[in-house]
């Protein structure tokens, strides 16, 4: 958790611009670190880029005038929600496009690459599905899963996040992890 952003956020005034103007950066880069997690290991299957995704969650979270005000744990949290909402529509239009919007001739290795993203885009669709279900019997666990695999926290970062111990949040992660592989695993 980058110490800068956490002092600054603890301690901003909603009403001072120059407080604004030094988080601004340093809320950037966060994201920025946030979005390489995410994106990380999906590179070959993503829609998106580091930089598109954190220029929307910025501008998500931009349009939230309780980011300052609510301190680091609210910042880590909404972050980690606007992830989520991001690449959840990203997926919805890729789906969109496999079901008929927008029809272009690919050649074979375009379709390739292309049914490889459409795959993961009914994945990231399944998990935001088992995800909102998650939700109805223990909020709790959704935003562990929210921060850890959207947001790309770390377990201390979450329990920051979530004003939580270290050991909610693994126990939490551990039950909502196998709670999402039932899910997902039924037909």
């Not at 980011?67 to 959840?88: C, D, E, H, N, W």
């Not at 290795?109 to 109805?136: I, K, P, R």
Request: charged residues 30%; glycine residues 6%.
């Amino acid at each position: 958790m980058n110490d800068e952003l956490k002092s600054l956020l603890d301690t901003a005034d909603p009403g001072d611009r120059s407080t604004l103007d030094r988080i601004v950066p340093v809320i950037y880069r966060e994201l920025r670190e946030i979005a390489h997690r995410q994106l990380g290991g999906n590179r070959e299957q993503q829609s998106l880029q580091t930089t598109d995704l954190v220029h929307e969650t910025y501008l998500r979270l931009a349009g939230d005038s309780g980011v300052t005000k609510r301190g680091r744990s609210y910042f880590y949290a909404a972050a980690a929600r606007a992830m989520r909402q991001i690449l959840v529509d990203a997926a919805r239009r890729k789906q969109s496009v496999k079901r008929g919007r927008g029809i272009r001739m690919l050649d074979l290795e375009q379709a390739d690459a292309a049914s490889q993203v459409n795959a993961y885009a009914g994945e990231v669709l399944d998990l935001d599905e088992a995800l909102a279900q998650l939700e109805q019997l223990n909020p709790r666990q959704a935003r562990v899963v929210e921060c850890r695999y959207f947001g790309g926290l770390s377990v201390d970062e979450t329990a920051a996040a979530l004003e939580v111990s270290p050991r909610t949040v693994k126990s939490d992660w551990a039950l909502a992890r196998a709670w999402l592989y039932d899910a997902l695993k039924s037909p």
